[in-house]
């Protein structure tokens, strides 16, 4: 069983910041990549962030410059960083680790995803 827990989250004023951390346990799962994701009360979900093995990183627009992701391959976890928060980054914030895992009858790959993290940025 492979599972993901999100901290971190919590109210902030804003331009503040918070740091999320997610933590993957479980046996038998090599992670490729790991990345976060929000999603927003009547809003699609929305990727904002990415990062491979070897520490390759993708943004999205909207956050580049303000948020940054960073792993720990050695505690297989994965942090976002956020700075000059604002309201409307308020959202529950989601880490996901895709990768796979060898089976008798061959390779499957998979995207595990944590339960959420609430962020509420006050104007």
């Known amino acids: 069983q492979v599972r993901l827990m999100e901290s971190g989250g919590g109210l902030v004023q804003t331009g503040g910041s918070l740091k999320l951390s997610c933590a993957v346990s479980g046996d038998g799962f090599s992670i490729s990549a790991m990345g976060w994701y929000r999603h927003a009360a009547w809003k699609h979900r929305e990727f904002l962030a990415s990062?491979?093995?070897?520490?390759?990183?993708v943004y999205a627009d909207s956050v580049k410059g303000r948020f940054t992701i960073s792993r720990d391959n050695a505690k297989s976890s994965v942090y976002l960083e956020m700075n000059n928060l604002k309201p409307e980054d308020s959202a529950s914030y989601y880490c996901n680790a895709s990768g796979g895992r060898q089976l008798e009858d061959g390779w499957y790959e998979h995207t595990y995803w944590g339960q959420g993290t609430r962020v509420t940025v006050s104007s």
């Open positions: 990062i491979t093995n070897d520490g390759e990183t």
